[in-house]
C-alpha cells in the first residue's frame, strides 16, 4: 500500500524549532520528489518546499526560506522538515506529499498525500 505518514507536530513557542517527518511505504523516496505543505487556518493549502528525486535539488517558499530546511534519509526512507525561528503564522497542519516523478511538479500536482500533523506556534 502506497502512504505517506507525517509526525512531528506539536505546540512550540515563537522563536523556537520543530522537526517534522514524513514516513513512506510502498515505495522509496529517493525515486520522487516529495513536497512539504501547510494549510493554515482559514487559508488555502500552500506548498511550502519541496526536494527532487535523487539529486536532492530543494526549493521554498519565500514565507519559510532560511528558516525551513528539506531532507532526506535514504536509508530509512523518510522526509523531514526542519523548522527554525518560527513565528505564529506558521501555524497549520503540514502536509508531505508524493509527486508522480522525480521533479518538483511546477503546477503543484501530486499523487500521494499524508493525513497530515499539527503545528502551533504560539506564547
Known amino acids: 500500500q502506497l502512504q505517506l505518514v507525517e509526525s512531528g507536530g506539536d505546540l512550540v513557542q515563537p522563536g523556537g524549532s520543530l522537526t517534522l517527518s514524513c514516513a513512506a511505504s510502498?515505495?522509496?523516496?529517493?525515486?520522487?520528489?516529495i513536497a512539504w505543505f501547510r494549510q493554515a487556518p482559514g487559508k488555502e493549502r500552500e506548498e511550502i518546499s519541496c526536494i527532487e528525486g535523487r539529486s536532492g535539488s530543494s526549493n521554498y517558499a519565500m514565507s519559510v526560506q532560511g528558516r525551513f530546511t528539506i531532507s532526506r534519509d535514504n536509508r530509512k526512507n523518510m522526509e523531514y522538515l526542519r523548522m527554525d525561528s518560527l513565528k505564529s503564522e506558521d501555524t497549520g497542519v503540514y502536509y508531505c506529499a508524493r509527486a508522480y516523478g522525480r521533479s518538483c511538479p511546477e503546477k503543484h500536482i501530486y499523487a500521494i498525500w499524508g493525513k497530515g500533523t499539527q503545528v502551533t506556534v504560539s506564547s
Open positions: 510502498g515505495f522509496t523516496m529517493d525515486d520522487y520528489a
